[in-house]
């Protein structure tokens, strides 16, 4: 099974930045695009990011739009969230996954690992 592993997240001020990244290893499954999708407390799980391998196209959620910036090394099965100005709703749990396109929304198409936590204070 692939295996996935977020990393860079942390407490930081409302207005900083984070750069979490996320190292994909084992088996691989055919996929086209990876995303970051993010669940704070209480709420579902919800999309983020998702980067396009084959032409690195990008996809964000308006609610992150020209703050967070996605990108990904496919020789290395490696993936990126650079987030700035960042808001206290901003705070959750950072999942990263091969992700797919149906009926209309971004879904992760292999598992949900541990994630990473960011916090953002106020």
């Known amino acids: 099974q692939v295996q996935l592993v977020e990393s860079g997240g942390g407490l930081v001020q409302a207005g900083g930045s984070l750069r979490l990244s996320c190292a994909a290893s084992?088996?691989?499954?055919?996929?086209?695009?990876m995303g970051w999708f993010r669940q704070a407390p209480g709420k579902e799980r919800e999309f983020v990011a998702v980067?396009?391998?084959?032409?690195?196209?990008?996809y964000y959620s308006d609610s992150v739009k020209g703050r967070f910036t996605i990108s990904g090394d496919s020789a290395k099965n490696a993936v990126y969230l650079q987030m700035n100005r960042l808001k206290p709703e901003d705070t959750a749990v950072y999942y990263c996954?091969?992700?797919?396109?149906?009926?209309?929304?971004?879904?992760?198409?292999?598992?949900w690992g541990k994630g990473t936590l960011v916090t953002v204070s106020s």
């Open positions: 084992g088996r691989t499954v055919s996929t086209n695009a």
């Open positions: 980067i396009k391998w084959s032409d690195g196209s990008t």
């Open positions: 996954n091969p992700a797919g396109k149906y009926a209309g929304s971004w879904v992760g198409m292999v598992y």
